[in-house]
């Protein structure tokens, strides 16, 4: 149990899929197809399998959780599940960008990455 | 082709490719996975035309490829990993939790009959079914004496008997037991603590496949007269003296005489040596003869037989070997007259006197089992009617039989672990409150505790009783038409499963006539066991043995100065009003025999050998008769000083009637060997072995007379409380000797209620049983009679609004009931008759077929199960008619 808690408040680092679906669910709900079409913005192509199997292993981990309510552009459709992230699942998040921006941060520094340092 | 055909075409194949997914994930996920894929599909016809949708299409498959038996293999949801099973073990967990009524039904049902179940068969297995530890137990073997001219089938062997049985063919080994108190002393700063002595043969742990845990056992050659003095420790003793590994080689004092220590057995070693007449008698420390067998009186028996048949003898041909042996010794000393040798097995031996009570013991754990495997499934089938519904929408939805029957069955199945975890729970405890409650004779008391094993077998025969009991309704819920379902629905319940549980009330009340009668009469045969009069009055009396130890006490004369001492003494106590001592206490079975002859007695049969009749032969000192309030038919007790000479015996009236029939045998002579005694009393015969029957005849002596006993029972007969006693009486003795030791003090009314123990936990245990079916079976048919006013809620209605008063449809409904329990007792009267014959041996005083009791258990088994009926049937008082119509 002990060890299950320090893995679930520390879990970075999370796989790509799970940051892509939290990045864009800290921005709004989305259903599958909007996570995918963010990823695309990013570059990056995520596949359906693997999004749907992601949705269902953080909506069980608390990460995110199925939404009640439909954003007013998309009522034409029922059938779309919509998503939204879950104060965990923010926090979980968080804790990723923190990881990612400082390993940037130490990319920068040995002249891996061309830019200002945060 | 359009694009909206290319799309259709493109769903078709996403579609297909969902089924490399698990089904459950693919229900919960399915749709958005398509819909997602429709989505990517149109952007990509948008954006790339044909080509691109079909690279799409390779694209999902190997997504797909990927994913889907990734699904399977690692599922998001770790319940799922079970594939239906898990998900319908998630959905009978929350059925379950919104049903904590039937739930805590089921498992309080099934824990408290399977813990009574496991008790019993704990008992049962440990006593009766495991091996006994020793190599190849199965061909150990007590040899016993049969002397058929005097009726005594089981005595002691002569050690000569040892001896020539070591000689047969199919005999690996013998060896010769004999068992004694012995008093422990020699150890600094110890009390002298008397403890039981086992002396045998140096073969005996050979011959058992026993080895010391510590040091060694016995050597071939340290027996006989001059052999060194050795003793060899069980655990137990060990550990009382320190558990000290060095206590090997070193000298104890047993009786006075030093002993070394030169090996301590193994934890695990039990063994008793099982008695001519009484229970088998266990030690703490053995040692081995001073004297050699071969030289013993071949007359006298006095020797437990233990011997070994060899590897692969049938018990048909060693008990033939046996008899070949003794047939020898008959000839040679005992002039033919009739003397037999044979074998018992020793296990069968030991559990010989338990058996019968055990058996029926478990034969009543077996009837509690049924009844309530069909309590249970009365329980489940009553639920599967409320889900009845629920069944009905469900299948009209599509869901089939099989899953509905996976559910039940998963319900039932889960329950049934349960309850057989909580029953293992309710064994471990009631097993050591049995342990507790037992008679101390019960053979292989210390071995009765409930193992891992045990509880593992408790939780699978709950969980297998769950799903016998959950396959009826699971059965039930397959076979149903989907029409007669939806039907049965729309008209609230009723259905084809209403006739099934009509007769499993039929059963149940059945098995609860059978149990209750066997509880009943069992009840009643202990009744009579306290209510019997064993020829004395235990009341107010305490007793307590002393030990004289032969080195202390070496001769008649100090010995007999001693014992005058201890009983001015015990008198001097304040309260006491009698006291006296004897060689074996009432109900010990632990009294000495001997022939006698009665010259001149009218009820000599006439015959040499027959005229000399097998008597238990008691030794007393003065006032004993008096300290126990035993009857005097005739004459008188002895007087409290010896006039010497006059060598006078008391008789008992058994004794009396069948030699003597309706002349006074006061002033008649007793030959005994070459001595001759007159008989100055006849007393009620205090019964040595059974509280509810006579015994063999007994015959009382002067202790100062005649000092065949050394040690003594004491009896202070006081209007104190015996215990209050205890103190003032341990001083007495040890003023008189700090070295005696004190042993066996309790009071006599303990003596008593020690020897009805077995019987009293029969009683308490089967009477236990019977009630629990009672109960379980009133809860049925409470049920049944409860669901059917709730389905016939509409006829009932009808009936009243068509003019019926209330009390005419109560005796509707109460007369289903009722109907049913005649039926129940009915089919149940064979099993009384079955049952009653299997439980004849245990029964005291009492018929198997005692109308009385068969009338009364009968009669309370109809009254419990009509109130059990009637107090469900009174809801018809609140069917209002009007209001119950109009809701249909």
Same mark, same amino acid.
Request: aromatic residues 6%; charged residues 20%; proline residues 6%.
């Given at each position: ?37 963010? +990823?695309? =913005? !990013?570059?990056?192509?995520? #596949?359906? %399998?693997?999004?749907? &199997?992601?949705?269902? @292993?953080? /909506?069980?981990? $608390?990460?995110?959780? +199925?939404? =009640? !309510?439909?954003?007013?552009? #998309?009522? %034409?459709?029922?059938? &779309?599940?919509?998503? @939204?992230? /879950?104060?965990? $699942?923010?926090?979980? +998040?968080? =804790? ?23 | ?888």
């Amino acid at each position: 149990m002990g060890m299950d808690r320090e893995r679930r408040t520390e879990p970075t680092p999370l796989r790509p899929v799970e940051f892509h679906i939290l990045l864009s669910l800290a921005a709004g709900e989305r259903h599958g197809y909007g996570i995918i079409q963010d +990823a695309e =913005a !990013r570059g990056e192509t995520l #596949d359906v %399998g693997t999004l749907y &199997r992601a949705l269902a @292993r953080m /909506t069980e981990q $608390g990460f995110i959780g +199925a939404s =009640a !309510r439909r954003p007013a552009a #998309d009522t %034409g459709d029922e059938r &779309r599940n919509y998503y @939204r992230i /879950t104060p965990r $699942g923010l926090r979980v +998040a968080q =804790a990723e960008a923190r990881r990612v921006a400082a390993l940037a941060d130490a990319a920068r520094s040995c002249g891996l990455l061309k830019g200002a340092t945060t | 082709m359009n694009d909206a055909r290319w799309l259709g075409i493109s769903e078709r194949w996403f579609r297909l490719l969902v089924r490399f997914y698990p089904p459950d994930f693919r229900d919960e996920m399915g749709e958005s996975f398509v819909e997602t894929y429709r989505d990517r599909s149109r952007a990509a016809l948008r954006q790339g035309g044909v080509p691109a949708l079909v690279r799409l299409w390779f694209r999902a498959l190997a997504d797909s490829i990927h994913n889907g038996p990734g699904e399977r293999t690692h599922p998001a949801v770790r319940w799922r990993r079970g594939g239906n099973w898990g998900r319908d073990a998630q959905m009978t967990l929350r059925r379950m939790i919104r049903a904590p009524v039937f739930v805590a039904a089921m498992v309080g049902t099934l824990t408290v009959g399977l813990g009574a179940f496991a008790v019993v068969y704990t008992v049962v297995h440990k006593v009766l079914i495991a091996p006994l530890p020793y190599e190849r137990p199965g061909d150990l073997y007590f040899v016993w004496r049969n002397y058929e001219w005097i009726n005594f089938p089981r005595g002691w062997l002569g050690g000569t008997d040892v001896v020539d049985l070591r000689k047969s063919p199919l005999v690996a080994g013998a060896v010769g037991l004999r068992w004694r108190q012995a008093t422990l002393s020699g150890l600094t700063g110890a009390e002298p603590d008397e403890f039981a002595l086992m002396i045998t043969s140096p073969e005996l742990f050979d011959l058992l496949g026993v080895r010391a845990a510590l040091g060694r056992t016995f050597r071939p050659e340290e027996v006989g007269e001059g052999r060194p003095g050795v003793v060899v420790l069980t655990d137990g003793l060990w550990q009382r003296l320190g558990a000290s590994s060095s206590i090997v080689g070193t000298d104890l004092r047993i009786d006075g005489t030093p002993h070394t220590v030169i090996g301590v057995l193994p934890r695990n070693f039990e063994f008793a040596r099982h008695s001519s007449l009484g229970p088998p008698q266990t030690a703490e420390a053995y040692t081995t003869f001073a004297y050699d067998l071969a030289g013993t009186d071949p007359n006298g028996g006095a020797f437990a037989g233990l011997i070994r048949a060899r590897a692969g003898t049938s018990p048909a041909a060693l008990a033939e070997a046996v008899a070949a042996v003794g047939r020898v010794i008959d000839e040679r000393t005992f002039r033919s007259r009739g003397l037999r040798l044979y074998p018992v097995g020793l296990r069968e031996d030991l559990v010989a006197g338990v058996r019968p009570a055990l058996l029926v013991l478990g034969l009543a754990g077996a009837f509690l089992v049924l009844v309530l495997l069909v309590n249970l499934a009365t329980l489940l089938l009553v639920r599967a009617a409320q889900r009845e519904q629920e069944f009905a929408v469900a299948r009209a939805l599509g869901a089939n039989g099989a899953a509905l029957a996976r559910a039940s069955l998963l319900e039932a199945g889960l329950l049934g672990l349960l309850g057989g975890a909580g029953g293992a729970l309710v064994a471990a405890w009631g097993t050591r409150a049995l342990v507790r409650l037992a008679p101390p004779d019960l053979p292989r008391l210390d071995n009765v505790a409930v193992d891992w094993q045990i509880a593992a077998t408790v939780m699978a025969v709950g969980a297998a009783l769950g799903l016998v009991a959950g396959m009826l309704p699971a059965f039930w819920s397959t076979r149903m038409r989907l029409s007669a379902l939806l039907a049965s629905a729309a008209v609230r319940g009723g259905g084809g499963h209403s006739r099934m549980r009509r007769s499993m009330v039929v059963v149940q009340v059945a098995l609860s006539l059978v149990l209750l009668s066997t509880g009943a009469l069992i009840v009643r045969s202990f009744d009579r066991l306290l209510r019997a009069e064993p020829g004395f009055d235990p009341s107010g009396v305490l007793t307590l043995r002393v030990p004289v130890p032969v080195t202390r006490y070496p001769n008649d004369t100090v010995a007999n100065a001693l014992h005058a001492r201890i009983q001015s003494e015990l008198a001097a106590i304040p309260g006491v009003e009698a006291v006296g001592a004897v060689s074996a206490l009432p109900l010990s079975a632990d009294a000495d025999q001997t022939t006698v002859l009665f010259p001149g007695a009218p009820g000599n049969p006439g015959d040499r050998e027959r005229d000399q009749p097998l008597i238990d032969y008691l030794v007393t000192r003065p006032g004993y008769f008096e300290a126990l309030g035993i009857r005097f038919l005739e004459g008188r007790a002895f007087p409290p000083s010896l006039v010497p000479g006059t060598r006078e015996a008391i008789i008992d009236h058994t004794v009396a009637r069948a030699f003597f029939g309706s002349r006074s045998p006061l002033g008649a002579r007793i030959l005994w060997n070459d001595d001759s005694l007159t008989i100055v009393g006849v007393v009620q015969q205090p019964r040595l072995y059974d509280v509810h029957q006579d015994g063999r005849g007994q015959v009382f002596l002067r202790n100062d007379e005649y000092t065949y006993n050394a040690t003594l029972s004491w009896t202070l007969k006081s209007g104190r409380p015996p215990r209050s006693l205890i103190p003032e009486a341990s001083a007495a003795i040890r003023r008189i000797d700090p070295e005696l030791a004190i042993s066996d003090v309790q009071p006599m009314e303990a003596v008593v209620g020690e020897s009805l123990q077995q019987q009293r936990l029969s009683a308490v245990l089967i009477g236990g049983f019977a009630l629990g079916a009672l109960l379980l079976s009133a809860m049925g048919l409470f049920g049944v009679v409860a669901g059917s006013v709730t389905r016939r809620r509409h006829e009932l209605a009808v009936r009243l609004a068509l003019g019926a008063d209330h009390a005419r449809v109560l005796r509707l409904v109460v007369g289903e009931g009722a109907r049913l329990i005649a039926l129940g007792l009915l089919v149940g009267a064979p099993g009384i008759y079955l049952a009653g014959r299997a439980i004849r041996g245990v029964l005291v005083g009492v018929s198997p077929f005692d109308p009385l009791t068969l009338a009364a258990v009968a009669t309370g088994l109809a009254l419990v199960a009509l109130a059990a009926c009637y107090i469900p049937a009174r809801r018809v008082a609140g069917i209002d008619p009007a209001r119950s119509l109009r809701q249909e």
